[in-house]
């Protein structure tokens, strides 16, 4: 039993360890960071709906507080597809399906240090129209908690990372 407990214990260490905090910007926009061979980088999670879906070559701005705009630009890496259906029985079945995409795109040290100033405004090169964000809860932590998530990451094999100053 107490091995059993010891697995379990270190098998949740490590998940919580390694684990990426999404931060929502609204109800389609996740963002994550994260970090591989000496490189960082932010993951757009996003989910399409019938007006905003994200396409292949992938790019992000966002508006800082003081007016710089910080620009992302890269791929979608993966996709998620969920199926759900109901059957009425007599042969009526419905349901539906929906998308969620996840896009890996480059940040550079310095774009790192500028999200200090906060996120004003987010924009996403959806279709058929753009995904635009002004307002999200969390908005004013927003730009600083990613900055935080950032210096806290670890390396491949968890070792603290010193090079981020």
Do not use: C
């Amino acid at each position: 039993m107490k091995k059993l407990f010891i697995i379990i214990s270190f098998f949740v260490y490590s998940i919580a360890a390694n684990a990426v905090w999404m931060r929502s910007v609204g109800s389609n926009a996740e963002f994550g960071v994260y970090y591989f061979e000496e490189e960082y980088y932010l993951i757009l999670s996003f989910k399409d709906d019938d007006g905003n879906r994200l396409t292949d070559n992938t790019i992000i701005k966002f508006m800082l507080n003081d007016g710089q705009i910080l620009r992302f630009e890269g791929n979608e890496g993966s996709k998620q597809t969920k199926v759900r259906s109901v059957n009425w029985g007599f042969g009526i079945s419905t349901g539906g399906a929906s998308d969620k995409h996840f896009a890996i795109v480059y940040i550079t040290k310095e774009q790192i240090e500028k999200l200090k100033i906060g996120v004003n405004k987010i924009a996403i090169n959806t279709i058929p129209e753009a995904y635009l964000r002004d307002e999200w809860r969390g908005k004013k932590e927003f730009g600083n908690e990613l900055y935080n998530d950032f210096k806290n990451l670890k390396g491949e094999f968890g070792e603290e990372l010193h090079n981020f100053e």
